[in-house]
C-alpha cells in the first residue's frame, strides 16, 4: 500500500512533522520502566506507568465510566482497515484474527497501576473515539467507532463482556485514510456526544429521524446516542482530533495543521485546505503560536479546581511529533479566550514518546494514551514501513494532589440574558437562539451584536452565527430588522435565499461585487432586472459597469441561470468597444506597458516603507508571493506630461544580489516624450525601502516628458524595482491600479464575448483572452522515475547546512513556492502551511521538492475536466458555488467551469506539480532553499 502527498509549487506533507529531524526514529525501544525515567514533568507533579502492552497494545483514545474506570480502545491493525474478506457478518462487528479492542483498566487496589483488565469488545477494526454509556436496561456498555460505523457495545447478562454490537450511525468514511477517521467522542452536558471527523475521508450519514449530513474531511459533529439524529456541529480545520469542555460548557478541539486548538463556535466555519472563507468570516482563533509541530493529538481544559486555583484556565495538548505534552495558559478577552504559551508540561529523553489523548479521571489524575512507536506519521513513509511497531502501548498517569471538582454548570441560556453586562451569559443565549431561533428575538440579538465590543471575536461570531439563523428561519425578520448597520448587509451575504437578495438590493447602490453576485444568484427576476438596471446606467463609467456586469455574470451562472440573455450581451458588446477606444486613443490609463492581460506582468501597487518613516503605496515590479515573481520583467511608461522645474520621487528595489557586482538592468529614466531622448537615468538602492531622488528639469523649458520604470533583471533573488512619491503629482502611481482595472475589465469581456460578438470586435478583445490553462500532468516513465531517484541521491549527498545561503533560500521560496504556501504568515493559501515543516528532515522534503509524484495524498489528487467544446483544465477542485465549478491549476490561476458545460470530470493520481525543480533550480540554489525551509 502505497500513501500519498500532495504537490503544486511545492506540495510537502505536513499532517505530521519529525521531532528529531528523522522520519523515523532512530533509536530502539524502551522498556516501560526505562521510558517512565526518560519522562520528565512540570515541577509538582509524579508520572507512574497505569498499564503497557501486552495488556494493551496501540491506545488511542481514552475515556472514564461513572465507576472510574478507565476504557481504552486499542488496535494492531492500523494503519491498515481490515478486507472485507476477514468480516464476520456484513456490518463487520468482527474481524478474523484481529486483538483490535476496547479494554477497561481499573486500579482495585489503588498503587497507581491498573490491576483488573476487561476486553470487553474485541474483534474489531481500528477502534477510536470510544465513550463509556449505556442504556437503563444493560449493565454495561460504550459507543465507540469500530470501522466503518459508529456502534453500541452492551453487556446485557451482566458478565462484564459485550454480547451485544449495534450499528448506530454509518458507514461512514475510511478508505482514503485510515489516519483520519471518527474519534474522541466526548458526551456534552446537553445530552449530545461530540465527535471529531479526519482528514481525507468523506462521510454521508443520517440518522432514524431521516435528516443527512455530508462530512467532507475535517469537521466536527454531534449525535443522539440513541441513533436517532446527527448533525455538523462545525465545518473545517484539517484534522481534528481531540475534545474537551470547560466548565462553561465551551467545546474545544484539538487540530492537526491549521492551529494547535480552538475554541468551537457551534455553526462556525473553519479554515481548511483552499476552502473559501464563508460571507460571515472564519471563525475566530484563539492561538497564534504552533508549539512547534502541526501535528497535535488530544486535549485537555484544566478548570473546577481540579489541580487546585493555580491551574484552573489552562489547557494540555498531546504533540505527539515533538514527544511533548504541551501546556497553554488562556486568558479571557470578555468572552473570547487568548492562549499564552507556557514551557511544555512533559518532555522525553525517548523520541518514542507519543501522547495521543489525554484524560482527567475522576481521581484528579492526567492520563496519556502513549502511541508508543518509532514512526508516528501517517504520510512520511510507506505505510508498510517495516519501522512501524504495532504492539507496544503505554498509558501514563501524572499525579497532583486534586483540589475540589465541581461539576459542570453550564449557564442557563435564556433570551433575557442578550441584555446582560455579562459576556459569557450573552454568549450562552446567542448560542441557544442560533439552535432553536424565536421570531421575535431578531432585534434583542442585533442589539447585543452592535453592543458588542470588537475585541470579543467570539461573542461576536456568535451573535453574527444566530442572527443568520433568524434570518434563515424567519425571511419576514428582514422587514423587521435596522437597515442601517454594515453588519447585517454582511450576515445576509450568508443567507441564501430570495428575500436576502431582495433585502440587499433595497439597500442601494453597491460596487461590492460579492453583494452583487449574491443578489443575482438568489434573486427573483424581477429583483435581477432591478439589479441590472442599476448598475447599467449610462451616466456610470464604463469600468465601473463592466465590473457590476461581470458580477451579475457569476451569481446567474452559479444561480444554474444562462447569463447571455440578449440585453446582457448588448451591454457588455457597447462596454468593450467604449473600453477599447479609451485604451486604443490614449484616454485610458496614465501607465501602460505589457499588452494583453498582464498575466505574466511584473507590475504591482504594494505597501512598502520610505526612508522618512512613511508607509505608501509603491509601483512595484514584484508580486510576492506568485510564480516566478522575480524572474518577471518588464517595462512601465506614464503618460507624457509638461516638464517641471524640479522632479521628486522614492525609489526601491535591487541590481542583484548583496556582495556582487550592481548590474544596470533595473532603472528609472526620464525621456522626451517626442523624440524618446534620454533626460534622466537612476538605479535601484539596493534596498527594500524606498529612498529619495531629486531631478533638476531646468531648462527644458516645458517640454513633454515621461517617466519610464524598467525591470530586466530576470534573477530569481534581488531583481526588482519601485516607485513612489513622485512630485509634483503631475503623474501618480496609484493611477496605475486604474489602468490595470481597465485590461481586467477587457480580459473578461473577451472571455464572455467570445463566440457571440461581431468579428471585429473579436479582433479588438482577443490580445485580453486569458492564456490557455497548463497541460494536465502526465504520467513519467520507468527511466524518469530511475532519473530523479539519482538525482535526489545526488543532491543529498553533496549537500552541506554550513555552506547553503539562507537569505537567498528565503527568495527562492518566495519566488518558487510562496504562490501555494504560506510560511510565517507570507504566501498563498493553495496548498497547506509550511509553518513548523522544518522538523520533516532532508530526506522527505528533497523527495517532495524533486519528485513530487512519488506520493501524492488522495486530498490533493488532480482533477480533470473535459468540456463539452473538447477544452480540457485540470486542478484542484477547490469550491462548488452553485452550478459552478472552481478548479485552481498549477500556475495559481482559478477557472469557474458551468456545470452544464462540463463533458467529464476524473481523479487522477497524480501532482499538480511536474517534477522539474530539479532543472528550474539549480544544485546550489535547491541547497539553499532545503536549509531555509529545515530551518524553524
Known amino acids: 500500500m502505497k500513501t500519498a502527498r500532495p504537490a503544486i509549487a511545492l506540495w510537502l506533507i505536513f499532517l505530521f512533522l519529525s521531532a528529531d529531524e528523522r522520519l523515523v526514529r532512530e533509536s530502539e525501544p524502551l522498556s516501560p520502566s526505562d521510558e517512565l525515567a526518560a519522562l520528565h514533568v512540570t515541577d509538582g507533579f509524579t508520572i507512574q506507568l497505569f498499564a503497557a502492552e501486552p495488556v494493551i497494545n496501540k491506545p488511542i483514545n481514552l475515556a472514564f465510566d461513572e465507576k472510574g474506570r478507565l476504557w481504552v480502545s486499542s488496535t494492531t491493525e492500523y494503519p491498515y482497515a481490515a478486507d472485507k474478506s476477514r468480516w464476520s457478518d456484513k456490518s463487520g462487528s468482527r474481524v478474523d484474527g484481529s486483538v483490535d479492542a476496547i ?104 440518522g432514524t429521524d431521516g435528516h443527512e449530513i455530508e462530512l467532507t474531511s475535517g469537521n466536527v459533529f454531534r449525535f443522539r446516542p440513541d441513533g436517532s439524529r446527527i448533525e455538523i456541529y462545525t ?58 509541530s502541526t501535528g497535535i493529538c488530544g486535549i485537555v481544559y484544566l478548570d473546577r479546581n481540579i489541580w487546585g486555583t493555580a491551574f484552573n484556565d489552562h489547557i494540555l495538548i498531546g504533540n505527539p511529533v515533538n514527544s511533548t505534552v504541551n501546556h497553554d495558559m488562556i486568558e479571557y478577552t470578555g468572552s473570547t479566550p487568548v492562549a499564552k504559551q507556557l514551557p511544555d508540561f512533559i518532555t522525553s529523553d525517548d523520541s518514542w514518546f507519543r501522547p495521543v489523548d489525554l484524560q482527567v479521571g475522576p481521581d484528579g489524575a492526567l492520563y496519556i494514551a502513549d502511541f508508543y512507536n518509532r514512526i508516528i506519521g501517517h504520510y512520511e513513509v510507506p505505510l508498510d514501513h517495516p519501522g512501524r511497531d504495532r504492539k507496544r502501548g503505554r498509558i501514563w498517569r501524572v499525579i497532583k494532589k486534586a483540589g475540589v471538582r465541581i461539576p459542570i454548570a453550564p449557564i442557563e441560556p435564556t433570551t433575557a440574558n442578550l441584555k ?46 444566530a442572527v443568520q439563523a433568524h434570518l434563515e428561519t424567519f425571511p419576514e425578520s428582514f422587514n423587521a430588522i435596522d437597515q442601517n448597520d454594515p453588519q447585517i448587509a454582511r450576515i445576509a451575504l450568508a443567507v441564501p435565499s430570495k428575500e436576502s437578495a431582495e433585502f440587499l438590493l433595497d439597500l442601494g447602490h453597491s460596487d461590492d461585487r460579492e453583494r452583487i453576485t ?5 434573486g427573483s427576476e424581477t429583483v435581477t432586472q432591478r439589479l441590472i438596471r442599476m448598475h447599467t446606467m449610462p451616466n456610470r463609467p464604463a469600468a465601473d459597469q463592466v465590473s457590476a456586469l461581470r458580477a451579475i455574470v457569476r451569481g446567474l451562472e452559479e444561480g444554474g441561470i444562462n447569463p447571455r440573455s440578449q440585453d446582457l450581451m448588448s451591454q457588455a458588446t457597447s462596454l468593450a468597444t467604449i473600453l477599447l477606444d479609451k485604451r486604443e486613443t490614449g484616454g485610458g490609463p496614465d501607465w501602460t506597458g505589457l499588452t494583453g492581460t498582464n498575466a505574466e506582468s511584473p507590475w504591482i501597487l504594494q505597501k512598502r516603507k520610505c526612508a522618512d518613516g512613511i508607509e505608501t503605496e509603491v509601483l512595484s515590479s514584484l508580486r510576492r508571493g506568485e510564480r516566478r515573481a522575480e524572474q518577471r520583467t518588464g517595462t512601465i511608461r506614464s503618460k507624457p506630461f509638461p516638464a517641471p522645474q524640479q522632479l521628486s520621487f522614492y ?91 481597465l485590461d481586467e475589465a477587457l480580459t473578461f ?37 530511475k532519473r530523479l531517484d539519482k538525482q535526489i541521491t545526488n543532491r543529498l549527498a553533496s549537500f552541506d547546512p554550513q555552506k547553503a545561503d539562507l537569505s537567498k533560500g528565503k527568495s527562492i521560496f518566495k519566488t518558487h513556492c510562496a504562490i501555494c504556501h504560506q510560511r510565517n504568515g507570507e504566501g498563498g493559501l493553495i496548498g497547506p502551511q509550511l509553518d513548523g515543516i522544518g522538523k520533516r528532515g532532508t530526506q ?75 532543472q528550474t533550480l539549480s544544485e546550489a540554489d535547491f541547497h539553499d532553499l532545503l536549509v531555509w525551509l529545515l530551518k524553524e
Open 103 to 206: 479494554i477497561i483498566l481499573e486500579d482495585t487496589d489503588a498503587d497507581g497501576a491498573a490491576d483488573k483488565v476487561i476486553r470487553f469488545a474485541d474483534g474489531l477494526n481500528i477502534p477510536t473515539g470510544v465513550l463509556p454509556w449505556h442504556r437503563p436496561e444493560h449493565h454495561a456498555g460504550c459507543i465507540a467507532w469500530s470501522l466503518p460505523y459508529i456502534r453500541y457495545f452492551a453487556d446485557t447478562t451482566g458478565d462484564g463482556g459485550c454480547d451485544l454490537r449495534e450499528v448506530l450511525y454509518g458507514p461512514m468514511g475510511f478508505e482514503k485514510d485510515t489516519h483520519g477517521m471518527c474519534s474522541s467522542f466526548r458526551l456534552g452536558p446537553d445530552g449530545w456526544i461530540y465527535a471529531t471527523h479526519g482528514f481525507n475521508n468523506i462521510s454521508k450519514v443520517a
Open 235 to 292: 465545518k473545517g480545520q484539517v484534522n481534528p482530533f481531540g475534545l474537551a469542555f470547560d466548565r462553561r460548557a465551551n467545546l474545544y478541539s484539538a487540530d492537526c495543521h491549521t492551529a494547535p486548538v480552538y475554541q468551537l463556535i457551534h455553526g462556525a466555519e473553519y479554515p481548511h485546505f483552499s476552502k473559501p472563507e464563508p460571507a460571515i468570516g472564519f471563525g475566530p482563533k484563539m492561538i497564534s503560536h504552533t508549539h512547534g
Open 420 to 465: 446582560s453586562d455579562n459576556p459569557f451569559q450573552i454568549r450562552a443565549a446567542a448560542a441557544k437562539l442560533r439552535e432553536k431561533p424565536e421570531a421575535a428575538s431578531i432585534n434583542l440579538l442585533h442589539n447585543a451584536l452592535r453592543s458588542a465590543p470588537e475585541s470579543d471575536s467570539h461573542l461576536q461570531h456568535t451573535l453574527k452565527l
Open 518 to 522: 449574491h443578489i443575482a444568484r438568489f
Open 651 to 741: 525609489i526601491c528595489g535591487h541590481r542583484g544580489v548583496p556582495g556582487q557586482p550592481a548590474h544596470e538592468k533595473n532603472y528609472v529614466r526620464l525621456v522626451d516624450s517626442t523624440t524618446g531622448k534620454e533626460i534622466h537615468r537612476t538605479y535601484p538602492p539596493r534596498t527594500d525601502v524606498c529612498q529619495p531622488v531629486i531631478w533638476d528639469l531646468t531648462g527644458l523649458n516645458g517640454n513633454t516628458v515621461r517617466l519610464e520604470i524598467t525591470d530586466g533583471d530576470k534573477g530569481k533573488a534581488y531583481a526588482w524595482l519601485g516607485l513612489t512619491r513622485i512630485e509634483p503629482p503631475l503623474i501618480s502611481v496609484t493611477s496605475f491600479k486604474r489602468g490595470n482595472e
Open 749 to 785: 469581456l473577451a472571455t464572455y464575448l467570445k463566440v457571440s460578438a461581431p468579428a471585429d470586435l473579436r479582433n479588438r478583445l482577443s490580445p485580453f483572452l486569458p492564456p490557455a490553462p497548463p497541460t494536465p500532468p502526465r504520467q513519467i516513465s520507468e527511466a524518469e522515475k
Open 844 to 918: 522527505r522534503l528533497a523527495e517532495d521538492i524533486l519528485d513530487p509524484n512519488q506520493n501524492v495524498d488522495a486530498n490533493f489528487y488532480v482533477t480533470t475536466i473535459v468540456k463539452k467544446d473538447g477544452t480540457t483544465t485540470a486542478g484542484f477542485l477547490t469550491a462548488e458555488r452553485g452550478e459552478i465549478l472552481i478548479l485552481t491549476d498549477a500556475a495559481g490561476q482559478s477557472h469557474r467551469i458551468p456545470k452544464s458545460e462540463v463533458e467529464k470530470r476524473q481523479t487522477s493520481t497524480l501532482s499538480l506539480m511536474p517534477p522539474v525543480f530539479g
